[in-house]
């Protein structure tokens, strides 16, 4: 996870622990970092949650930069922010995000997506923010395949 708000990443572990115990999120908090960490990993990660308002490098360089380089480009990538506009869903879909999600303000919701985003592994992420994105339709955008 790639976020500049450190509360947002303890409320995205914490929905995480409480749906899988076995997946770990590792967190940066800045574009910059997140890339360093990326480089430097010898497992590459099943799947980049990236926030949109990074401050510097914000969220649609770093995933400019995540979609260029061989080594990154085929890692799904979903954008996350606090922002609903069509503007920020059109700029993740253009650069190659698999979707965007509207942070949830309610504990329950982040953990009904984490659910989801924890079933990466069985490569059926699509699939399963699709059938989300049916039930939170003004939350959770899926994009097709860039």
Do not use: H
């Not at 999120?25 to 990993?41: F, H, I």
């Not at 190659?96 to 509207?102: D, K, L, R």
């Not at 985003?117 to 059926?124: A, F, N, R």
């Not at 399963?128 to 939170?136: C, N, Y």
């Amino acid at each position: 996870m790639i976020d500049d708000d450190c509360d947002d990443a303890v409320l995205f572990s914490a929905a995480l622990d409480d749906v899988e115990e076995n997946i770990i999120l590792l967190y940066a908090k800045s574009g910059e970092e997140g890339l360093q960490m990326l480089s430097e990993m010898e497992t590459r990660p099943e799947l980049i949650l990236l926030d949109a308002g990074l401050p510097g490098m914000n969220g649609w360089e770093c995933l400019k930069l995540l979609k260029e380089d061989s080594r990154f480009k085929k890692l799904p990538v979903i954008m996350t922010a606090t922002s609903s506009r069509v503007e920020g869903i059109d700029e993740a879909r253009n650069l190659g995000a698999e979707g965007y999600i509207i942070k949830p303000s309610r504990f329950d919701d982040l953990k009904n997506i984490m659910q989801v985003i924890s079933s990466v592994s069985d490569g059926l992420l699509k699939e399963l923010l699709l059938r989300l994105q049916v039930t939170a339709p003004k939350t959770i955008f899926v994009f097709a395949e860039n």
